[in-house]
C-alpha cells in the first residue's frame, strides 16, 4: 500500500472485532476513520495509536439515527477528502437483552418489537445506509471496497437467535443485492465472519474459555487483503477468516477444505463457502451449482431448465465448453455434498471420482476429516 495513503471507515471501532481491524489497518497504514457511539472507548482507543504509520480520526456517532450517516460521510470527506474503504462492522449481541441465552434461549415469542426493531435497525439497516452514504463518492472516483462483517451460517438459522442471526442474515442478503447493483463499476462489496465463537464483548456468559476461541485479530489477514489492490475486481463473496492460510502470499492466501485446483485459478475461490453452506442449508439445488460455478466465474444461462437440459442433453441448444466445464464440477461437489449429510458428516468421499473423465483429474483436494463444530 505504498504511496498515498488509503481511507476506510470501520463502524464499531472501539471494541471487539472492530478495534482489531482497526489496528491492523493504521499498522498496514491505512488511514482510519473509527465510527462508535462509545466516546470512552474512541477515546481509549485514540490513546494507544501513537507512533502507527497512519492516522486515527474519531467520530462518536450511533447508528440507530438516520442522520448519522450522512455527517460520517461528510466528516470523513472533509478531512480526507476521499473514502476508499467500508467496513461495516458494527453489531448488537443477544447479551445486550439476556446475558445468559446461551443457557437459557431467548425464544422467538419472548422478543418484542422495539427489540426486533433496535436489532434490524443496527445490524442490517445501518450496514445498508452506511454503505448508500459512501457510494457515490466511490462511484465519482471509479473504485472502491465495502467491506461487510455478518456472523455464521449456522447462527443465522439457530433456534433462539432469532435477533442477532435474522438480522445479519438481512444484511449479508443485502450486500449481495448490493454487490449486484455494483457491478461494473469498479466498487466491490464482500462480505468477511470470523467463522466461529469469538472473545468479543457480544458472546454474553457462557460462551466458554475466551482462550479457546477465536480471537478478533483473525479478521485482520483477510480483511487486508480486501482493502489491497490485489483483490481488484473481488465482489459478491463470502470469507471465512478461520479458513485464512496466512503462511501463503498475496492471492494464494487461502485454504478451502474442497480446493478448485483449476491451473488458471489467479484469485480466491468460495468453493469451501458454497460446500459448507450447501450442507449447512441444504441447498442441493441447482441454485448451488450455478452460484458455485459463477463463482468460478463462468458464464451460465440465467433460467434453470435450460440450465439443466443442456446437461442433460436434451435440449438442442449449445453451451461453451467452459460453461459445461463449470456444471460438471458443481454437479461433482454437490455429490459430495449430499454422500457428506447421508453419512452425518463421518464421510468425506472423494469428489474427484464423481467427475467424468473429460475433465483433468485432481480438480479437487478433500481433507482427512472435517472438525466437529465448523463454526460456519
Avoid at 153 to 163: H, S
Avoid at 174 to 200: E, I, K, R, S, Y
Avoid at 348 to 361: G, K, M, R, V, Y
Wanted: proline content about 7%; charged content about 15%; overall charge negative.
Amino acid at each position: 500500500m505504498a504511496g498515498e495513503h488509503k481511507i476506510a471507515i470501520v463502524t464499531g471501532a472501539a471494541s471487539g472485532i472492530g478495534r482489531a481491524m482497526t489496528l491492523g489497518l493504521l499498522d498496514a497504514g491505512v488511514d482510519v476513520a473509527a465510527v462508535d457511539r462509545n466516546e470512552t472507548a474512541l477515546a481509549a482507543l485514540a490513546a494507544i495509536v501513537h507512533g502507527k504509520p497512519a492516522t486515527l480520526q474519531t467520530i462518536p456517532a450511533d447508528l440507530a439515527r438516520p442522520e448519522s450517516f450522512d455527517m460520517i460521510v461528510s466528516t470523513v470527506l472533509s478531512r480526507s477528502g476521499k473514502i476508499d474503504v467500508l467496513v461495516n462492522n458494527a453489531g448488537i449481541g443477544q447479551a445486550s437483552i439476556k446475558a445468559d441465552q446461551r443457557q437459557n434461549p431467548l425464544r422467538f415469542w419472548e422478543v418484542t418489537p422495539e427489540q426486533w426493531q433496535r436489532f434490524l435497525t443496527v445490524n442490517a439497516t445501518a450496514p445498508i445506509m452506511m454503505t448508500r452514504a459512501v457510494v457515490p463518492q466511490m462511484l465519482q472516483a471509479g473504485q472502491g471496497k465495502v467491506i461487510t462483517v455478518t456472523t455464521s451460517l449456522g447462527t443465522m438459522v439457530r433456534g433462539g437467535y432469532l435477533l442477532y442471526g435474522a438480522s445479519k442474515a438481512a444484511a449479508e442478503a443485502a450486500m449481495a443485492g448490493l454487490a449486484a447493483d455494483l457491478q461494473g463499476t469498479g466498487v466491490t462489496c464482500n462480505v468477511l465472519v470470523p467463522g466461529g465463537v469469538t472473545n468479543t464483548p457480544l458472546v454474553g456468559e457462557g460462551a466458554g474459555d475466551p482462550a479457546k476461541m477465536l480471537q478478533p485479530e483473525i479478521m485482520v489477514p483477510p480483511l487486508l487483503w480486501l482493502v489491497s489492490d490485489e483483490s481488484a475486481g473481488v465482489t459478491a463473496r463470502r470469507f471465512v477468516a478461520m479458513d485464512w492460510d496466512k503462511s501463503l502470499p498475496g492471492v494464494q492466501a487461502k485454504n478451502i477444505l474442497f480446493q478448485f485446483a483449476r491451473a488458471d485459478m489467479t484469485m480466491p475461490n468460495p468453493a469451501t463457502t458454497r460446500l459448507i453452506n450447501a450442507a449447512n442449508m441444504r441447498l442441493w439445488t441447482w441454485e448451488y451449482r450455478h452460484d458455485l460455478a459463477l463463482a468460478d466465474g463462468l458464464p451460465l444461462p440465467q433460467d434453470p431448465h435450460p440450465f439443466l437440459a443442456l446437461f442433460i442433453g436434451i435440449s438442442g441448444s449449445t453451451v461453451e465448453f467452459p460453461s459445461l466445464q463449470a456444471i460438471l464440477i458443481g454437479l461433482a461437489a454437490q455429490q459430495q455434498v449430499a454422500e457428506y449429510l447421508a453419512s452425518d458428516g463421518m464421510m468425506i468421499p472423494d469428489p474427484n471420482a464423481f467427475l467424468p473423465s473429460s475433465l483433468p483429474q485432481g480438480l479437487f483436494e478433500a481433507p482427512a476429516a472435517l472438525p466437529e463444530d465448523l463454526g460456519y
